[in-house]
């Protein structure tokens, strides 16, 4: 029985963590790519697996363990109406407003049915399994930590088996049957539960048991208190917080790749498995001491803004977390309670996540005009999971004088020092700023044997921070939205004004009044593109559409007779790239420029065919590119827009993927010719007048339309790869990743 129980419960847990990927990878392509989808996804996730705990608590408490499964076993049958999975048709996202309102829509009439009903089956099998007369039924708790096993299995599984071998519509179709499956040993469970059900919830745990639940703070038998219920929220509230939060600053500040947002769930769920596992792994006291050590280099790097490099990074963000949520769930696992309170016990944890993600999901991008709400949330997980065994919440927050005045003069006195450091010249590009904030550091870690003292100390720390101007410049304006933390920046030299999106530079103009229209970074007239304008600009009527607005460089290249059209998904880049104190290049074009905003794909289907002579796709310059505009529909659709004799480009520069293939294939497979240059070194001369390294893609209908860049011995033909071309259904990141 324990292996048929065990075994119901790893499929559903499977199911639920495939369906959670699969979904998200669907919806992508609506929402251009942004790694924000994933995290409104969690919202939507953890609500409904709140909404499935709360069922499964109120039924079996209602219905008992013997009427419960003749309601839950019909129920089970009803998202077999809407399977397989698969986006509502007729949805299309709001192009000038927040999509996460229409993105929970679309997820509760596309996926609800069917992921609520899974949502509840570890809960209501372990409560099934609790009412059993067999000897582990005392403590069904072991069941979770199969649970999270399958989860786990199944988040690695999808980017490295699933997707690179599946297309989307045979991923559905497989999870449809995998739910079949489920229902098939649902029923078996319900059986075997009829056949050993002793008709009474078990309510007494062994002696063994008993001694190793120390931290309870009642009697196990006894029914929670609300002291204990707000524990159980806040640290299920902390770890949720802190998932979505270093999901969003990997894939804001560090790299946004798809890998970013499933290794940390990944590492979620590992805690749930190490915690609740019969025998605990790890000693927490070990962790609270390791804990420290690892936050305080984390401090000192936000401080200094660091970027680099992006391993040792991700490593250090996850480690982090990873302990978090161990120190978090191995006290949750320490308190849990007798098994006639699991269902209880499951829900509040569900509360607490849902929180976490209501925070990080829907309130934090309203509130901070960064992602503020992570190392918010790990100076409270420092304060709160770091207490002694048996600490609560409220004894926690009470401060004493020393609390809070040690940490203000360390905050003080860093913040001062940066200060004078900035005005006597060594604020940028010397050691002095590392030395202080590593003193800081040292000065914040001697704090850690008072956990609250430490936490509000590394507060200070990081609020010191905010004195440091950093590599990236002077910040004129930041602002945040659904696609992610825009920042307008003057460099150090004081020459340029930049649009920076997390890590990545989408645009600089020259504060010279003789270089206000000269394009720079990527779009510099000596570079790829520029020699592709300077050439095709002679035309009197040129017509350009291109995908990627940025700053508006590439509006340095209008010519009187010239249409022009940009299609940008984000409303904050438009209104930056037109706020004439940061960036001029719309203002200044002698045509008319129009900016059309919503997804590519979706604006550039409502153009006339053959619309332009040249069109400039430039949106995966980013680490998180939106697949379907590099896909062989996609391109198909570029070529009908594309009139005859006209000429694709594709900038293909990014940090993490080798995107040059995926282009080639795509050529390949259509028949059409494919150039690439590679302008990625450059003289320090023309760095500091503002050129960035490049690499761009050149396709056309006809080798002759090429002709003109053939010429060039910079331009070659593209490389290749034994790989299927991308297409809607079907991609892999993984397979064009850079590992080195």
């Not at 469970?189 to 120390?214: H, M, N």
């Not at 917080?241 to 947002?261: C, D, K, N």
Request: net charge positive.
């Amino acid at each position: 029985m324990v292996a048929l129980f065990t075994v119901t419960i790893f499929v559903s847990a499977a199911l639920l963590f495939l369906l959670q990927p699969m979904f998200a990878r669907m919806v992508l392509p609506l929402l251009g790519g942004s790694p924000a989808v994933w995290n409104t996804a969690m919202v939507f996730f953890q609500a409904s697996l709140l909404a499935g705990y709360a069922y499964a608590h109120a039924s079996l408490r209602r219905l008992g363990p013997r009427r419960q499964p003749l309601w839950h076993l019909p129920l089970m049958l009803l998202p077999f109406a809407v399977l397989p999975v698969a986006v509502r048709s007729g949805w299309t996202p709001p192009a000038d407003a927040n999509p996460a309102g229409w993105l929970l829509a679309l997820m509760t009439v596309s996926i609800g049915l069917p992921f609520l009903v899974v949502s509840t089956s570890s809960s209501i099998l372990q409560g099934w399994f609790s009412t059993t007369d067999h000897p582990r039924a005392r403590d069904p708790y072991f069941l979770y930590a199969a649970s999270n096993a399958g989860s786990m299995l199944a988040l690695l599984g999808y980017p490295i088996l699933i997707e690179p071998n599946l297309t989307l519509p045979r991923q559905s179709l497989l999870w449809a049957w995998g739910y079949g499956l489920l229902v098939v040993l649902t029923a078996a469970c319900a059986w075997r539960l009829r056949r050993r059900a002793d008709g009474a919830v078990t309510t007494t745990l062994p002696a063994g048991l008993k001694s190793e639940i120390s931290n309870l703070k009642s009697p196990p038998d006894a029914r929670p208190d609300r002291s204990q219920r707000i524990q159980w929220v806040l640290l299920s509230f902390l770890p949720s917080s802190l998932l979505l939060g270093v999901t969003s600053h990997l894939s804001t500040e560090v790299a946004a790749i798809p890998l970013m947002w499933v290794v940390p769930l990944a590492l979620y769920l590992a805690t749930f498995v190490l915690v609740f596992a019969r025998r605990p792994w790890i000693r927490a006291d070990l962790l609270r001491r390791v804990f420290p050590i690892l936050l305080v280099p984390l401090v000192m790097l936000f401080d200094l803004h660091a970027t680099e490099p992006v391993g040792g990074l991700a490593v250090l963000h996850l480690a982090v977390f990873f302990v978090a949520a161990l120190l978090c769930h191995g006290n949750l696992a320490a308190s849990r309670p007798a098994a006639e309170n699991l269902t209880g016990f499951y829900l509040w944890l569900a509360v607490g996540g849902a929180l976490g993600g209501i925070f990080n999901g829907l309130m934090a991008p309203l509130i901070f005009s960064s992602v503020a709400e992570y190392p918010l949330v790990l100076v409270l997980t420092a304060a709160f999971a770091l207490q002694p065994a048996g600490s609560t919440a409220v004894t926690a927050a009470r401060p004493g004088w020393p609390d809070v005045l040690w940490p203000a003069l360390l905050g003080v006195g860093i913040a001062g020092a940066i200060v004078v450091l900035d005005r006597a010249g060594l604020g940028n590009g010397t050691p002095a700023p590392g030395i202080v904030f590593g003193m800081g550091a040292v000065a914040c870690f001697l704090l850690s044997q008072r956990p609250l003292r430490f936490a509000l100390g590394a507060g200070a720390l990081l609020l010191a921070g905010l004195a440091y101007v950093g590599p990236r410049g002077t910040l004129l304006h930041m602002e945040r939205s659904f696609f992610g933390v825009h920042r307008v920046t003057v460099d150090a030299a004081g020459q340029f004004h930049q649009l920076l999106h997390g890590k990545t530079l989408h645009g600089r103009q020259s504060l010279d009044p003789a270089r206000r229209r000269e394009p720079l970074t990527y779009y510099h007239p000596s570079g790829p593109v520029g020699e592709i304008l300077t050439r095709l600009g002679s035309r009197p009527s040129l017509r350009v559409g291109a995908v990627g607005l940025g700053a508006g460089s590439l509006a340095g290249y209008v010519q009187p007779g010239h249409s022009w059209t940009y299609f940008e998904i984000d409303p904050v880049v438009v209104r930056l790239a037109r706020d004439e104190r940061y960036f001029s290049y719309l203002r200044d074009a002698p045509a008319p420029v129009r900016v059309v905003l919503g997804d590519a794909r979706l604006s550039l289907g409502r153009e006339p065919d053959q619309a332009f002579d040249l069109m400039v796709l430039d949106a995966y310059s980013a680490d998180s590119i939106p697949v379907h505009l590099a896909t062989r529909e996609a391109l198909a659709l570029y070529l009908r827009k594309l009139a005859p004799g006209g000429v694709l480009a594709f900038h293909i520069s990014n940090w993490h993927l080798d995107l040059e293939p995926v282009f080639a294939n795509l050529a390949r497979d259509t028949g059409i010719p494919c150039l690439v240059r590679d302008d990625t070194t450059l003289t320090p001369e023309l760095q500091a007048r503002g050129k960035s390294p490049s690499v761009w893609v050149a396709m056309a209908r006809a080798p002759a339309d090429l002709a003109f860049l053939a010429k060039d011995p910079s331009w070659q033909p593209a490389r290749t790869s034994g790989d299927a071309p991308w297409t809607d259904d079907f991609s892999s990141l993984l397979r064009v990743f850079r590992w080195w």
